[in-house]
Structures are given as C-alpha cells and as structure tokens.
C-alpha cells in the first residue's frame, strides 16, 4: 500500500521569504511523487514530478522539490514566495504496477504582504 | 482543446434521489479517475478506468457506480444520494506511462449538495 503524510494543513509566510511544504511518503516500490496546486474553485494542476533520475526536480512556478529515499520526503520549497502562490498544495504518489494517484491531505499556503 | 469537462457544475440533490455526474476527456487519455474531495481531507480515489469496459473501484466506492463504454466518457452516478455523499467531484485522465500513471488532467470539478 502505499501512503502520503504532509505535515502542516495551513503554512503562512511573508511575501519574499522561503516557501517549504512537507510531505513524505510511504511505498513498498518505487516510487513516482508529484506536487499539485489548487488555485481557489479550480481543478489541480500539476507543478513537478519525479519518476526516476535526477532526484533535484524543477517545477513550474520556481518550485522545486528533493526527492530523498534515506527519509522518505519529496518537500517542495520555492526561495521567495509572491502572493500568487497562495493555493492548496497536494503531495501525491504513484510506482510501478500502479495504476493511480494516492493524494495527501493538502497543505494550505498563505502569503502575507 | 477542452481537456477535461465536467457537468454539472453544481447541483443540490434531496435525500434518496439518483443523478450522473458526466465527465468527457478529448486529449484520448486510456486512463480515467474519479475522485471526491472534502475539507481537510485531500482526494479519495472513488473509482478508475484503465481504458473502454475496464472499470475498478477505488478507494471509497460505495454508494456509487460507473462505466465506461467509450476512451472519451467517464460517467460517476449516484443512486440514493446521502448526506456524506456532499463533497467535490472531480474527473482526472492520464496517459499510462511505463511505471504508472502520467500527469493527471483534471476538471474544473461539481460540486454536489445532500439535503
């Protein structure tokens, strides 16, 4: 089975300061993890994944996210947060014989001026 | 290019009552997704197709069915709709990559009220 965790259901930052969103993961293969953003009254959107290579992944946006399998995280930072980024933020995870997305619950992000 | 559409946009719904979401993909994806969301508690896998006449449930499926008899049409209905059944639908589709599902495309979402 497998299982997402994000720590924090709200996170507030100042504008221009450093964004990180937890999550970490749990898999018995593995695994593919990717970050969505839910913007207010819209559907997600992805903002990077990661399915094998380069464990440093780049999104849109300026995220970017570290998948570590010693600590079974993908957290997504981004170094200066600008009101737009305020959204709802989804870790998922998938892996091979998968045939769906398992989602965590959500991190709210606010960003105060 | 649509994408992912979804409809209805909103409905309310009484205790007891039946009705279909509809959900329509133009970007030829094999697979397709139900999922509910609520408050707090991110999305819950109600049911998926891998591809036309393959359907398999999810993790919540009771109190709802589907089918899917071409690549395009995802329909998720609801029969004896209750309370809990209040939520945010959303339809997703992907591609099958080779170790599992692609980027998910979704809907704007219904949004569903049980009186």
């Known amino acids: 089975a497998q299982s997402v965790t994000q720590l924090g259901s709200h996170v507030s930052v100042s504008e221009g300061a450093l964004v990180l969103l937890r999550c970490n993961y749990s898999s018995s293969v593995p695994p593919y993890l990717f970050w969505y953003v839910q913007y207010p009254n819209q559907g997600l959107q992805l903002l990077l994944k990661y399915t094998t290579g380069a464990t440093l992944v780049k999104g849109i946006n300026g995220f970017e996210a570290e998948f570590k399998k010693s600590e079974t995280s993908f957290h997504l930072t981004k170094p200066s947060a600008h009101m737009s980024d305020a959204a709802e933020y989804f870790c998922?995870?998938?892996?091979?014989?998968?045939?769906?997305?398992?989602f965590g619950s959500g991190t709210r992000l606010q960003v105060q001026p | 290019n649509a994408g992912v559409t979804q409809t209805p946009k909103f409905r309310i719904l009484k205790i007891g009552q039946s009705m279909t979401l509809q959900c329509a993909q133009d970007?030829?994806?094999?697979?397709m997704y139900w999922y509910r969301q609520d408050p707090g508690m991110g999305l819950k896998l109600i049911y998926y197709s891998v591809g036309a006449g393959i359907t398999d449930k999810g993790e919540v499926p009771n109190g709802y069915n589907v089918s899917r008899s071409t690549t395009e049409d995802f329909p998720l209905r609801l029969e004896l709709a209750a309370p809990s059944q209040t939520s945010v639908y959303f339809c997703?589709?992907?591609?099958?990559?080779?170790?599992?599902?692609?980027?998910?495309?979704f809907g704007e979402g219904s949004r569903l009220t049980v009186l």
């Open positions: 997703a589709s992907t591609i099958a990559l080779a170790g599992g599902p692609g980027e998910l495309f």
């Open positions: 970007m030829n994806h094999n697979y």
């Open positions: 998922a995870v998938s892996g091979p014989g998968r045939r769906a997305l398992t």
